[in-house]
Antibody
């Protein structure tokens, strides 16, 4: 059974930083492209960014609103995915989902339960 | 930037068929995926590659994509299908979601 468990959410002041972690199990993580997707309270889904598998280059791509502020990394030895969020803004307040998928052909197949990040002024 | 447009809301009676549209420039040239999300739950992939169903998704869910419009069709809609539905496609190296459609079954 695929499991994605996020941790590290919480309350942070605008301008601050936060790191989310995602523990993955139930699939071959080393070969998986992974994405982060967020959802502001009462709003729709917004893709944040993705990281390719190391065999496919391990490169990252980001949505325009977070580019240069957020980074994604992975530790394949521990089946862990990370989202480092810097220079946080109030608009970054959202539930952040760790997901499998990041290629056009695959869809975003599995989703974690989400981690709430609240950015205050 | 690339945009996907969905109707904000739709309603359907149980047992009827409903189609949810997603419009975007030359969307038919890209793969479309569809997700549903029930209140308080994480989204679930119901269609990928325009018309493929993941394991465990009922056959009443089907998809198509041509021209500028992708369509998710639910045949024999059940009350359990009441949810928010989102389409998604890729614009180069970035993913884009539609704004979502709230489907009411009554």
């Amino acid at each position: 059974e695929v499991q994605l468990v996020e941790s590290g959410g919480g309350l942070v002041k605008a301008g601050g930083s936060l790191r989310l972690s995602c523990a993955a199990s139930g699939f071959t993580f080393i070969h998986a492209w992974m994405s982060w997707v967020r959802q502001a309270p009462g709003k729709g889904l917004e893709w944040v960014g993705r990281i390719k598998s190391q065999t496919d280059g391990g490169t990252t791509d980001f949505a325009a609103p977070v580019k240069a502020r957020f980074t994604i990394s992975r530790d394949d030895s521990k089946n862990m995915l990370f989202l480092q969020m810097n220079s946080l803004k109030i608009d970054d307040t959202a539930v952040y989902y760790c997901t499998t998928g990041g290629s056009p052909a695959a869809g975003i197949g599995y989703w974690g339960q989400g981690a709430l990040v609240t950015v205050s002024s | 930037s690339y945009e996907l447009t969905q109707p904000p809301s739709l309603s359907v009676s149980p047992g009827q068929t409903v189609s949810i549209t997603c419009s975007g420039d030359k969307l038919g040239d890209r793969y479309a995926s569809w997700y549903h999300q029930k209140p308080g739950q994480s989204p679930v992939l119901v269609i990928y590659q325009d018309n493929k169903r993941p394991s465990g998704i009922p056959e009443r869910f089907s998809g198509s994509n041509s021209g500028n419009t992708a369509t998710l069709t639910i045949s024999g809609t059940q009350t359990m299908d009441e949810a928010d539905y989102y389409c998604q496609a890729w614009d180069g190296d970035t993913a884009v979601f539609g704004g979502g459609t709230k489907l009411t079954v009554l």
